[in-house]
């Protein structure tokens, strides 16, 4: 029987997690308490997957064959029952994680790796709350994972060296290309692709050019598959925001944010999610 891979969070980052790892042939879990973000968490992965046929890029068989390794659930408990790999997805809040890797640590198998896909909050500290600390790991997917390839692999001061070759074992299954960083503020991708963010923002902030623009400069000039604008609407500013905050308080000057960013979570303007950020979206 396939390994069973259980994702928390039905959100923006959890359902596309649950959409590769059942592709990839896992049993998968997508679980959330909140029925309403379940629903339209598992209505995605199948939009995703009819826009992949439509595209010719995912065969019916295949999506057929995803949809049905693929089941909600609300149920914690049930969901964490023999998984090889928990995957966290929940908001980045250090307070929410920590207590959902508390109750991870009791209710997960003894061998199960555990793994928090944040972007930036220290994995030590996320992994320090856990029962088993040395099973836990940082696995940052990124934003489409079905598109993006990428995960950065993120060793925590306790994680052992099995638990590293274990979840690298697992990403590369579901088609992930990897990195490995150590525990640090912002790991590798955060903390490059973030000065860049803030800076374009400063630049729109102060009139150099306009944000097409500046996305453009970006993707033609250095290839950049999206301009820095336009992904921080992916991402939703807000989270863009609580990580400026955590890397400034962390690191330093260089990650203040602009008053620009400020200003517009603070009148709800968070990107794609909600309609406009520095792009309108319909």
């Known amino acids: 029987m396939a390994e069973k891979i259980a994702i928390l969070g039905a959100g923006t980052m959890g359902h596309g997690i649950a959409q590769i790892a059942a592709q990839a042939g896992y049993r998968t879990v997508l679980c959330d308490v909140d029925a309403s973000a379940l629903s339209k968490g598992f209505a995605k992965v199948r939009e995703n997957l009819e826009a992949g046929v439509a595209k010719g890029k995912v065969t019916p068989e295949e999506r057929d064959a995803a949809l049905e390794r693929l089941q909600a659930s609300s149920d914690l408990v049930a969901a964490a029952d023999g998984v090889a790999l928990i995957v966290e997805a929940i908001p980045e809040r250090m307070d929410l994680k920590e207590s959902v890797f508390r109750m991870l640590g009791e209710i997960a198998p003894e061998d199960a790796i555990l793994a928090t896909n944040t972007s930036s909050l220290p994995v030590s500290k996320i992994a320090a709350s856990a029962k088993r600390p040395e099973r836990v790991i940082g696995m940052h997917f990124f934003n489409p994972p079905h598109i993006v390839k990428l995960c ?17 074992e697992l990403a590369l299954k579901m088609g992930r290309e990897i990195i490995v960083v150590v525990d640090s503020p912002g ?96």
């Open 187 to 282: 790991f590798a991708t955060s903390r490059l692709g973030l000065v860049i963010g803030l800076e374009a923002m400063r630049m729109l902030e102060a009139g150099v050019a306009s944000a097409e623009d500046i996305d453009r400069a970006m993707e033609l000039g250095y290839r950049h598959p999206m301009g820095p604008l336009r992904l921080t609407d992916l991402v939703g500013l807000d989270v863009r925001l609580a990580i400026a905050e955590h890397l400034y308080k962390e690191i330093g000057e260089q990650f203040r944010p602009p008053e620009i960013l400020r200003k517009m979570v603070a009148e709800g303007k968070l990107g794609k999610k909600t309609g406009q950020g520095f792009y309108k979206w319909e």
């Open 152 to 168: 950065e692999i993120v060793r925590a001061q306790q994680t052992s060296e099995h638990t590293v070759a274990r979840a690298k």
